[in-house]
T-cell receptor, first 121, second 112 residues
């Protein structure tokens, strides 16, 4: 259980174009999803917290107009990198917080997707 | 000072060794603690999760939490080459909206 998928697993795009990354919880409902960015040999950097049906909460220093997040359902969140530039090249990972049925989401485990490697040329 | 400090490694051990991975933290409001394993170019995989001080065992893995000292550890017994990965500690508090604060990660290599 608690499987999270991401699509695509890797993408190459030209500078100035937009890229959409999907994050799905396959066998559970996720009231909250998180988007992280990771540079080589570094830890995870939280970009934003995404709650189903409401606007995402962005961490300080993350441009909300550049990294558009939509959490349309309890199993799907999307991150769109708009007008991508080479400095946006990175490993983007989503996670989903388990919300056991019949609870108010009191579980705190996060399950991660496999990540999406974005290269902007 | 970072909220979570983790020994950066890298750590290299022979197969079969006992591995000890450690993190310290400064925020006494942290209440839940996790260890993740991350293979190269993959997403982190949840290994252990605990709320309370003390030990929690799962197979070859033991997670230890000492809230009074603000110190957590992950022990790996009978380490295998397949354990070679980066290990991340993570923690959070109930008032932080489910966010996790991660350590810097320790890169472990288990040599056959």
């Amino acid at each position: 259980g608690a499987v999270v998928s991401q699509h695509p697993s890797w993408v190459i795009c030209k500078s100035g174009t937009s890229v959409k990354i999907e994050c799905r919880s396959l066998d559970f409902q996720a009231t909250t999803m998180f988007w992280y960015r990771q540079f080589p040999k570094q830890s995870l950097m939280l970009m934003a917290t995404s709650n189903e049906g409401s606007k995402a909460t962005y961490e300080q220093g993350v441009e909300k107009d550049k990294f558009l997040i939509n959490h349309a359902s309890l199993t799907l969140s999307t991150l769109t990198v708009t007008s991508a530039h080479p400095e946006d090249s990175s490993f983007y990972i989503c996670s989903a917080r388990v919300a056991p049925p019949g609870t108010s989401g009191s579980s705190y485990e996060q399950y991660f997707g496999p990540g999406t490697r974005l290269t902007v040329t | 000072q970072k909220e979570v400090e983790q020994d950066p490694g890298p750590l290299s051990v022979p197969e079969g060794a006992i591995v000890s991975l450690n993190c310290t933290y400064s925020n006494s409001a942290f209440q839940y603690f996790m260890w993740y394993r991350q293979y190269s170019r993959k997403g982190p995989e949840l290994l252990m999760y605990t709320y309370s001080s003390g030990n929690k065992e799962d197979g070859r893995f033991t997670a230890q939490v000492d809230k009074s000292s603000k110190y957590i550890s992950l022990f790996i017994r009978d380490s295998q080459p397949s354990d070679s990965a980066t290990y991340l500690c993570a923690m959070g508090g109930v008032n932080q909206g489910g966010k996790l604060i991660f350590g810097q990660g320790t890169e472990l290599s288990v040599k056959p």
